[in-house]
């Protein structure tokens, strides 16, 4: 454990290969909290993805998560404990730097936010690292599939999930903008995509399979043998340079699409989104709401919401 009582990068991220099948296998392991990667995971995701991107043992990567789902998000309390330290030194380390070697800029500039808001746009950010894979990815989703993960969904190449998941972000409740935006309204289609901006509520796996954006659904006893039946047939088909020219051509395509600049955009948004003014009671991700927990907020904010439209399990269940 780190001395802040969280699971060392190494817990949270494993890995193994089986070069024999070329299918490499990453599982997100940190179930009690709903596998939120910290910082230091999600740096150690973009460098395993950048290492089995070079690794002539791996043809296919399959991203799956440990308990009953694939995961919430991130660590939203380690991010507000970043914002809040009393010195660079905790934001600095998610940039891969010390103090001792650079001087960060002031809470009161742009670049504050600008610098890891651009940073979550490259693919060493940890966010957004799968775009630059040139070997094939296959996600397996089930439970939730919020935040952080579903940015996961958005660029794997393949996504299979059980019947039981749900997808979304809880920061299109609480902020109104995340870093794949471009890609979801390209991939779920721009009329389904709005619906779960403005409504901020989650979609299930029949409602995402329906608008294309799952390869497919099956019931949770049957998803790791769906899964494994995708991976298997991704490591048969070609040479892993076939696979390679292939990723290339859909990189293209993708760019002309704008992908990248899509990511850039949000960026901005994250960057100067202090702008932003609640009206009323809006739910805002500032000093209360992370004094109070999180969780809790996001919580009593749900039960303004129909139950079809809650992003708990819990909220969903309960009557009008």
């Known amino acids: 454990m780190t001395d802040s009582n969280r699971p060392s990068a190494e817990e949270i991220i494993l890995y193994e290969k089986d070069p024999k099948t070329k299918i490499a296998t990453m599982t997100l392991n940190r179930p009690e909290y709903m596998n939120a990667p910290t910082a230091a995971a999600r740096l150690r995701y973009a460098d395993l993805i950048h290492a089995a991107n070079i690794d002539d043992d791996v043809k296919v990567l399959v991203i799956r998560g440990a308990g009953d789902n694939l995961g919430t998000g ?28 650079v001087t960060y800029p002031p809470k009161n500039t ?30 397996e989703v089930k439970g939730y599939c919020y935040g952080w993960h579903f940015y996961q969904a958005a660029d794997a190449d393949l996504v299979v999930s059980s019947d039981d ?27 389904k995509f709005q619906e779960m901006v403005f409504t901020g509520r989650p979609f299930s796996a029949k409602e995402m399979y329906d608008c294309n954006f799952l390869n497919s659904v099956v019931s949770r006893d049957e998803l790791e043998a769906e899964v494994q039946k995708y991976a298997l047939a991704c490591s048969r088909t070609r040479p892993t340079d076939a696979v390679y020219m292939q990723k290339v051509f859909f990189e293209m395509y993708k760019q002309y699409q704008g992908e990248y600049m899509g ?19 809006d739910l805002m991700l500032d000093e209360d ?17 129909p139950p079809e439209w809650r992003l708990s399990r819990r909220g969903r269940n309960k009557t009008k």
């Open 289 to 305: 709401v992370v004094a109070g927990g999180i969780p809790n907020a996001v919580r009593d904010n749900d039960d303004q919401f």
């Open 165 to 191: 998941a749900l997808f979304g972000h809880p920061a299109f409740r609480y902020i109104g903008w995340a870093p794949r935006m471009w890609t979801w309204a390209q991939t779920m289609g721009l009329r």
């Open 263 to 281: 990511s850039m955009m949000t960026g901005l948004f994250e960057s100067i989104g202090n702008v932003a003014q609640p009206d009323a009671d």
């Open 110 to 139: 742009y670049r504050y936010g600008g610098i890891l808001g651009q940073y979550y746009a490259s693919t060493q950010g940890g966010t957004r690292c799968l775009q630059d894979f040139k070997k094939i990815s296959i996600l």
């Open 74 to 101: 991130a660590d939203i309390a380690e991010v507000m404990e970043f914002h809040d330290a009393p010195t660079p030194g905790p934001r600095l380390s998610e940039l891969r730097l010390t103090e001792d070697q």
